[in-house]
């Protein structure tokens, strides 16, 4: 074979080996793909994205290379023209060097497709994304393994399928790389996610919303922090869908995401914690609904200028997986399983006089949850902790496995850095906009009614509960009396400062 003098230069050499290198790096994971039928997209965009780039790439060279040799070339026309140096197979010493050389290659290649291909997957798991950078990662990684979501990969939420943001994941990656190294990152990581993949690209893929939701019952337990760590239960009918699952989205709290309603808000500093700006548009009739809070007024040029965002699944399931527990819930339900036994007086007040206060570090918080519950047995309550110190060595056990799985000092996260937009006890959640304070021009509110959202078919003291009809619902009763003051507060003024 003989190649034009013009190719004789390192651009096209180089460019050539990086042409048939990745040329035959796409056969053989070509080749693997169809052997394994591992028919993913994901090795798919290795096979006919990234490589044909690469080679490409090569292509390009060479070309590039051979019309700067071939301009050299023709003006030093006069001048000895370099040649390369000749390789003769009949020389003993070239046929050696030939051999080790080819056998490299493959071993080469053989290695880089294997290697390209393993590292793509690593790049994709769980154990890449929360524990790689273990300190940054730690509370999601934690947080998610004891969500509903811990069999559901990192990057299905945060990634999704296809080639673009595959691509735009792994650039804000290295970005994320080169902030982990120089510990210019955020404690805690900022929350919302702006660049986050719409829910209609990645939740959709398994909860799509043709596959609706009738109500559900839902019952909550709690212990209240009297001496004998009461317990009080609300069972409450969510209307998560229409009484009927087939009337789909027409009523119920997935109405949000009927597909002829289209709501918008503004939030202050893009935060969506609070709503200052509420639009409703009924995309069937066209009909638009202004909603305003006059405790925040904003005026037109504002809207005009601020990013309105559309409601979809996130801003109300924005925890979906990671979700950190308040002390009170965690504890709650510590206490229900019975890993922190009811019979220990005050446990509840004394753990919530606790949990609360900010820690430097997790050690550190260990030993002083111990230390401070075991020391409020032995001095307050006489000799009560010499007889029942299993029972309180075990509570005590329970409760730090509860912290540590909720609270995280060195990320400096909390459940209140990030509270979760379902529900309204300890967070505005749904009452940011049902707050009966947003009202539109013809006098409508975005309604706090109780009934709206949920019925109340239960709530008391086990043994002096009282039970209604499915259909019929009981006015709420505060566990403890504050007299009729949820009525006009939200219960997030009291809740998120109650401990
Ligand atoms: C079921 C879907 C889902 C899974 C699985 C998931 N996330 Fe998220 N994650 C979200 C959503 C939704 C947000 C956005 C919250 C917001 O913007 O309000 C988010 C936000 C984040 C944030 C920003 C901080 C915050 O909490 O708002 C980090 C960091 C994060 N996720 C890391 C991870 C890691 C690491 C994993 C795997 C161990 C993971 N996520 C698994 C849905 C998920
Ligand atoms: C890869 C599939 C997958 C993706 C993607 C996914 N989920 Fe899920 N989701 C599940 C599975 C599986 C369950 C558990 C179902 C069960 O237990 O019945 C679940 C459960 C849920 C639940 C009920 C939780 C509970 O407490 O029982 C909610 C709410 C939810 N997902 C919301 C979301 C949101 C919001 C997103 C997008 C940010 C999302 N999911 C993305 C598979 C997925
Ligand atoms: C961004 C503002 C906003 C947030 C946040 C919000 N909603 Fe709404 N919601 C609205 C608006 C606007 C309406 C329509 C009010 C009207 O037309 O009277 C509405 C209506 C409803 C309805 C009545 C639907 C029907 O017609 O049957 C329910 C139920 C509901 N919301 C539940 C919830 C729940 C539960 C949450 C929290 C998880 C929530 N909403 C969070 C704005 C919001
Ligand atoms: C207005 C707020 C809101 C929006 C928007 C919203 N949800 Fe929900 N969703 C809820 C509430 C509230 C519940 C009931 C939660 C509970 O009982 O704890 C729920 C329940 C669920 C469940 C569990 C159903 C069950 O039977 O247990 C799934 C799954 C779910 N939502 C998925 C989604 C997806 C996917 C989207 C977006 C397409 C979405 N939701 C949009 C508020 C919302
Ligand atoms: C806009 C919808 C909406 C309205 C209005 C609403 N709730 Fe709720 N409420 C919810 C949702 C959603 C949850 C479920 C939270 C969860 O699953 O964690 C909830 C939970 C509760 C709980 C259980 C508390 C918890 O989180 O453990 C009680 C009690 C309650 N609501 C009482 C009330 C009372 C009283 C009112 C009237 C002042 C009211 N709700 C109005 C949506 C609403
Ligand atoms: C004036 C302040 C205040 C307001 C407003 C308030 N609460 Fe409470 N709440 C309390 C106090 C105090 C307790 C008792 C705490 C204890 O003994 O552990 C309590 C306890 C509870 C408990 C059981 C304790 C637990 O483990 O979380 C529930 C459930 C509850 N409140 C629901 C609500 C709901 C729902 C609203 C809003 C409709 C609300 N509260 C509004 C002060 C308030």
């Known amino acids: 074979m003989k190649f034009p003098p013009s190719s004789r230069n390192w651009i096209t050499i180089i460019g050539s080996l990086i042409a048939v290198l990745n040329f035959l790096l796409i056969i053989v994971l070509f080749i693997i793909s169809t052997i394994f039928n591992k028919s993913n997209t994901n090795l798919g965009l290795f096979i006919y994205i990234i490589?044909?780039?690469?080679?490409?790439?090569?292509?390009i060279m060479i070309l590039l290379g051979m019309v700067i040799s071939r301009r050299k070339l023709r003006k030093a026309s006069e001048e000895e023209k370099r040649q390369l140096p000749v390789i003769n197979l009949n020389n003993p010493r070239h046929r050696k060097a030939f051999i080790i050389f080819t056998i490299a290659t493959i071993i080469f290649l053989f290695l880089s497709t294997y290697g390209s291909f393993e590292a793509y997957h690593i790049t994709e798991s769980v154990e890449f994304c929360g524990?790689?950078?273990?300190?940054?990662?730690?509370?999601?990684?934690?947080?998610?393994?004891?969500?509903?979501?811990?069999?559901?990969?990192?990057?299905?939420?945060?990634?999704?399928?296809g080639a673009s943001w595959y691509v735009k994941s792994k650039i804000s990656g290295l970005y994320q790389v080169y902030a982990t190294l120089t510990k210019t990152y955020p404690s805690p990581i900022e929350t919302p996610l702006h660049d986050l993949r719409p829910a209609r690209e990645t939740c959709e893929r398994c909860h799509w919303p043709q596959k609706f939701y009738a109500r559900t019952l839902q019952s909550n337990r709690y212990y209240l922090a009297d001496s004998l760590n009461s317990e009080w239960d609300v069972m409450l009918q969510m209307k998560i869908g229409p009484e009927h699952s087939s009337l789909g989205f027409?009523?119920?709290?997935?109405?949000?995401?009927?597909?002829?309603?289209?709501?918008?808000?503004?939030?202050?500093?893009?935060?969506?914690?609070?709503?200052?700006?509420?639009r409703y548009i009924n995309k069937e009739t066209g009909e638009v609904t202004v909603f305003r809070n006059p405790d925040y007024p904003v005026s037109d040029s504002l809207i005009g200028a601020a990013n309105s965002r559309t409601m979809d699944c996130i801003d109300c399931h924005n925890r979906p997986s990671h979700n950190y527990n308040s002390p009170s819930v965690y504890f709650n339900?510590?206490?229900?399983?019975?890993?922190?036994?009811?019979?220990?007086p005050f446990?509840?007040?004394?753990?919530?006089?606790l949990l609360r206060n900010t820690f430097p570090d997790k050690d550190t918080a260990l030993t002083q949850i111990r230390e401070?519950?075991?020391?409020?047995?032995?001095?307050?309550?006489?000799?009560?902790?010499?007889?029942n110190s299993d029972q309180i060595d075990k509570s005590v056990i329970a409760i730090q496995n509860a912290f540590s799985q909720n609270t995280f000092p060195r990320m400096k996260v909390t459940y209140d850095v990030y509270p979760d937009h379902i529900g309204h006890l300890e967070s505005e959640g749904c009452f940011r906009c049902h707050n009966d304070a947003f009202i539109s021009e013809s006098g409508q509110k975005i309604t706090r009614d109780c009934n709206l959202c949920h019925t109340i078919v239960g709530q008391g003291k086990p043994g002096m509960m009282q039970f209604t009809n499915i259909r019929d619902t009981f006015e709420f009763r505060h566990p403890v009396d504050i007299g009729t003051i949820w009525k006009e507060s939200n219960c997030s003024?009291?809740?998120?400062?109650?401990?």
Request: proline content about 4%; overall charge negative; some cysteine.
């Open 372 to 387: 401070d519950i075991i020391s409020y047995y032995k001095s307050d309550v006489g000799d009560y902790y010499t007889k």
């Open 250 to 278: 027409n009523e119920g709290i997935h109405w949000h995401i009927n597909p002829s309603v289209n709501i918008e808000y503004i939030s202050e500093n893009d935060k969506r914690e609070i709503i200052t700006y509420v």
């Open 347 to 353: 446990m509840k007040k004394v753990a919530m006089g």
């Open 333 to 344: 339900k510590a206490m229900l399983t019975g890993a922190i036994s009811k019979d220990i």
């Open 51 to 59: 490589l044909p780039g690469f080679l490409l790439l090569g292509l």
């Open 131 to 161: 524990t790689l950078c273990h300190k940054v990662m730690e509370p999601e990684y934690t947080a998610y393994q004891n969500s509903p979501h811990a069999n559901v990969t990192c990057v299905e939420c945060h990634v999704g399928s």
């Open 493 to 499: 003024e009291c809740h998120k400062y109650l401990y």
